[in-house]
């Protein structure tokens, strides 16, 4: 019992100096960006259609979302996560979107901090919630058992199994044994009631791994890729912090680790045939809308919402408001009524971006050749 309470108290104060840091310190990619900026729509002038006539609304997981939002896992575990979580909750249910929770090895090691991570569902009975899991634990011993209790904790319409190897090499406390996570993974695919997806944390997913998840039964992939927030910079500054220069080093040395988000993006939409999220530094409606247009089912995004969450779920509402205000204008400057039609319009692919996917044999003059409706 001594060394589960310790285990708690070091997991729930190494949520809140995540917290403290990703607020105060200047955590974003610095050499590597997401690659949006390479990713150009072709103006439409005469776009054929209403603003009001614009549908957001779609379906996946089989759940209706009232736009392809989903706010990704932040936070739980802590007095103040319950603040952060219980905003969001409030303005998702609002806006008809979804969120996903922290990780729950804190509220699985300490019950006490369940309702840290349960207030999610209170405020958002109808929103879709996403549970979350480290694929470290289920190498370290996790079984369906803490799964199950996982997606129980907030009643989750899907569980995610978060994937954070770079974060775990640099971390003091990293757990770095990672043989056997994708034939564990399988097997939570196979006796769970809920859509599996499989997440990285900042780093991307190459699509020959997109492609063994898919084949194990995972039901979408989130592609979190490199150019926004950077967890080797999070654990940097922890590093820094309590003066341990090797880990500094490290952090420092590792900052820019991973795949470009479109890169990744674009990698597994052509390898795989099941939902994909973009996610990875997505910080506007635009962005939204390109990653849409290249082929994801839904975008998230974590660091905006953090910095709002912490003021309250107004603030959370308006923020997401306004990413989907921009979605709906891109919308109308390419021609698209429904995000079906934005995944048809052309896309025009250049740089960085289009050299990576030519170099790994995704041809990027395809987008730039489509029209809508073919």
């Given at each position: 019992?001594?060394?589960?309470?310790?285990?708690?108290?070091?997991?729930?104060?190494?949520?809140?100096?995540?917290?403290?840091?990703?607020?105060?310190?200047?955590?974003?990619?610095?050499?590597?960006?997401?690659?949006?900026?390479?990713?150009?729509?072709?103006?439409?002038?005469?776009?054929?259609?209403?603003?009001?006539?614009?549908?957001?609304?779609?379906?996946?997981?089989?759940?209706?979302?009232?736009?392809?939002?989903?706010?990704?896992?932040?936070?739980?575990?802590?007095?103040?996560?319950?603040?952060?979580?219980?905003?969001?909750?409030?303005?998702?249910?609002?806006?008809?979107?979804?969120?996903?929770?922290?990780?729950?090895?804190?509220?699985?090691?300490?019950?006490?901090?369940?309702?840290?991570?349960?207030?999610?569902?209170?405020?958002?009975?109808?929103?879709?919630?996403?549970?979350?899991?480290?694929?470290?634990?289920?190498?370290?011993?996790?079984?369906?058992?803490?799964?199950?209790?996982?997606?129980?904790?907030?009643?989750?319409?899907?569980?995610?199994?978060?994937?954070?190897?770079?974060?775990?090499?640099?971390?003091?406390?990293?757990?770095?044994?990672?043989?056997?996570?994708?034939?564990?993974?399988?097997?939570?695919?196979?006796?769970?009631?809920?859509?599996?997806?499989?997440?990285?944390?900042?780093?991307?997913?190459?699509?020959?791994?997109?492609?063994?998840?898919?084949?194990?039964?995972?039901?979408?992939?989130?592609?979190?890729?490199?150019?926004?927030?950077?967890?080797?910079?999070?654990?940097?500054?922890?590093?820094?912090?309590?003066?341990?220069?090797?880990?500094?080093?490290?952090?420092?040395?590792?900052?820019?680790?991973?795949?470009?988000?479109?890169?990744?993006?674009?990698?597994?939409?052509?390898?795989?045939?099941?939902?994909?999220?973009?996610?990875?530094?997505?910080?506007?409606?635009?962005?939204?809308?390109?990653?849409?247009?290249?082929?994801?089912?839904?975008?998230?995004?974590?660091?905006?919402?953090?910095?709002e969450a912490v003021k309250g779920s107004e603030q959370v509402k308006q923020l997401l408001s306004c990413f989907i205000g921009e979605l709906r204008n891109a919308m109308f400057l390419v021609g698209a009524k429904t995000v079906q039609d934005l995944r048809k319009v052309p896309v025009v692919i250049t740089g960085k971006t289009a050299e990576w996917l030519r170099i790994r044999?995704?041809?990027?003059?395809?987008?730039?050749?489509?029209?809508?409706?073919?």
């Open positions: 019992m001594e060394r589960v309470n310790l285990l708690s108290n070091e997991t729930e104060r190494r949520k809140a100096e995540h917290i403290r840091i990703c607020m105060e310190k200047d955590v974003q990619a610095k050499l590597v960006s997401t690659g949006f900026e390479d990713v150009h729509f072709v103006h439409k002038a005469l776009p054929e259609i209403n603003m009001n006539e614009i549908n957001l609304k779609t379906e996946v997981f089989d759940h209706e979302f009232s736009a392809p939002i989903l706010v990704g896992a932040i936070t739980g575990g802590t007095a103040e996560a319950a603040k952060i979580n219980e905003a969001i909750a409030e303005a998702v249910e609002e806006l008809g979107l979804g969120m996903g929770v922290g990780s729950q090895r804190a509220a699985i090691e300490n019950p006490k901090l369940v309702e840290t991570y349960a207030i999610a569902r209170k405020k958002a009975p109808t929103a879709f919630l996403m549970a979350n899991i480290g694929g470290a634990q289920l190498v370290q011993g996790y079984t369906l058992k803490e799964i199950r209790r996982a997606i129980e904790m907030i009643d989750a319409d899907a569980l995610a199994i978060h994937l954070n190897p770079l974060q775990e090499a640099i971390q003091p406390e990293g757990e770095t044994k990672y043989r056997g996570l994708l034939e564990k993974i399988g097997e939570v695919a196979e006796n769970i009631d809920v859509p599996l997806i499989v997440k990285e944390t900042g780093a991307g997913i190459a699509a020959e791994e997109a492609k063994k998840l898919e084949e194990v039964g995972v039901s979408g992939i989130d592609v979190a890729g490199a150019g926004g927030t950077s967890w080797a910079a999070v654990e940097y500054f922890r590093a820094k912090d309590v003066g341990n220069s090797f880990l500094e080093r490290l952090g420092e040395s590792f900052w820019n680790w991973g795949i470009p988000t479109v890169v990744s993006l674009v990698e597994i939409v052509n390898t795989v045939n099941i939902p994909v999220i973009a996610s990875g530094g997505i910080r506007n409606g635009v962005q939204i809308a390109k990653a849409l247009a290249l082929g994801a089912s839904l975008a998230s995004f974590s660091s905006p919402v953090l910095k044999g995704v041809d990027p003059e395809k987008y730039g050749r489509r029209k809508l409706g073919v």
